[in-house]
């Protein structure tokens, strides 16, 4: 069973940092790529960035990049989003997913996802 699991949301006051985690279960990493996702109320689901095994590749939205950093961990089966210089309009709801090919424009074909974990920003 297919499992990712995020951590590390929370509430930060605009500039700061954090680090979200996903960790994965169940799934073959190889060939296949993980991405994170926000979705704010009212608002359509963000890609936001991918990573393919490896960490050979990566690609970022262009609202996050320079800001936020993907990365992996194999050997924890975990991928992580360092965030930094966070914005009151960085405020959603993040998460994880996997998939064999992996893109920003949409979340259609992403075959599994976690359940979540809220950021806060306030000014």
């Known amino acids: 069973q297919v499992q990712l699991v995020e951590s590390g949301g929370g509430s930060v006051q605009a500039g700061g940092s954090l680090r979200l985690s996903c960790l994965v279960s169940?799934?073959?990493?190889?060939?296949?790529?993980m991405a994170w996702f926000r979705q704010a109320p009212g608002k359509e689901r963000e890609g936001l960035a991918y990573i393919y095994p490896g960490g050979d590749y990566t690609a970022y939205a262009d609202s996050v990049k320079g800001r936020f950093t993907i990365s992996q961990d194999s050997a924890k089966n975990t991928v992580y989003l360092q965030m930094d210089s966070l914005k009151p309009e960085d405020t959603a709801m993040y998460s994880c997913?996997?998939?064999?090919?992996?893109?920003?424009?949409?979340?259609?074909?992403?075959?599994?996802w976690g359940q979540g974990t809220q950021v806060t920003v306030s000014s």
């Open positions: 997913a996997a998939a064999q090919f992996c893109t920003l424009q949409t979340d259609q074909h992403y075959e599994y």
């Open positions: 169940g799934y073959t990493w190889n060939g296949n790529c």
